[in-house]
């Protein structure tokens, strides 16, 4: 059944990106109709996190949230599966100088961000950028499928827009990537369990991974936050941040405090397009449970 899966979304993506970009803005009116179990971690995040929006405005927020996730599955088959053609004119870049300085250095960076719903787009368009500069494009990380014969498409088709894909898990890989001076795509932004301290984010008490600031301190490398977020139909803004100045210190948590703030600040500007549907505040330092 997998096999068909991958044929029907590799087909689909042969599509105008236009045209499968409102397919998954009616995938995404789907579970705003449906009920469903993400719906209602959505729903109880944004009213965590936005406790100053009226109930009108937290169910509106709520409906552009879900219209925005299912176009963001469109978005990921789009970056695994879609030709370069639609890659080309698609997005708009800020600050590329920056990270082209480190690279043109031999720095290992770290490239962080948070998980909006266009993440793994961006990626491919960041990497498109790149290559057409003719800079190495960045290696990315990412959590292997519980699907193994669905992670070897993942893997094949990521193959041909990143360099090298990574195992969340593996730190030697990535750290390896790293000091030969390559860019690693890292989002530390959902619940963990291990090797974490609770840092606020949108006023909440989040388990964040302390692994960017052990990664920078010990290491010594770079941490240059990126964000991709979608401002049309079919169209998209790449921002390259300055380094997070706290990153590379000895001071764990004011780092961790200084990328959850960013986060939260871009976040803030285009709140429906964050991964909502993720239990972020899964684990409390009291052991409550939001999402009951």
């Avoid at 961006?122 to 800079?135: A, C, D, F, P, T």
């Avoid at 690693?184 to 388990?207: L, R, T």
């Amino acid at each position: 059944m997998t096999d068909v899966w991958v044929s029907l979304a590799r087909w689909f993506c042969r599509l105008p990106l236009s045209w499968q970009m409102v397919a998954g803005r009616v995938l995404g009116r789907l579970f705003i109709w449906f009920p469903n179990q993400r719906k209602e971690i959505a729903r109880r995040n944004i009213a965590h996190c936005f406790p100053q929006l009226t109930v009108k405005q937290k169910k509106q927020l709520l409906k552009n949230n879900l219209i925005a996730t299912g176009q963001g599955v469109s978005e990921m088959m789009a970056a695994l599966w879609c030709d370069d053609k639609k890659v080309r004119g698609s997005f708009e870049i800020v600050g590329l100088d920056v990270l082209q300085s480190y690279i043109n250095q031999g720095q290992g960076v770290l490239l962080l961000s948070c998980h909006t719903t266009s993440i793994e787009w961006g990626i491919r368009g960041l990497n498109y950028l790149l290559k057409q500069q003719g800079l190495p494009v960045g290696h990315m990380l990412a959590r292997e499928h519980n699907n193994k014969k669905l992670e070897a498409y993942y893997q094949e088709a990521r193959l041909a827009f990143v360099e090298k894909v990574i195992d969340k898990k593996d730190i030697r890989s990535m750290l390896k990537s790293l000091k030969s001076g390559n860019s690693v795509y890292y989002a530390p932004d959902q619940n963990f369990s291990y090797q974490c301290e609770f840092v606020d984010f949108f006023d909440q008490p989040a388990a964040t991974t302390t692994g960017p600031a052990k990664l920078t301190h010990t290491a010594g490398l770079i941490a240059v936050p990126w964000f991709c977020f979608r401002t049309g139909l079919s169209q998209w803004r790449i921002e390259i941040c300055h380094p997070l100045s706290s990153m590379g210190k000895s001071d764990y948590l004011v780092a961790l405090k200084e990328m959850n703030q960013l986060f939260e600040n871009k976040i803030s500007e285009y709140p429906d397009q964050y991964l909502w549907v993720h239990r972020r505040f899964k684990n409390q330092p009291d052991g409550a449970d939001i999402y009951r």
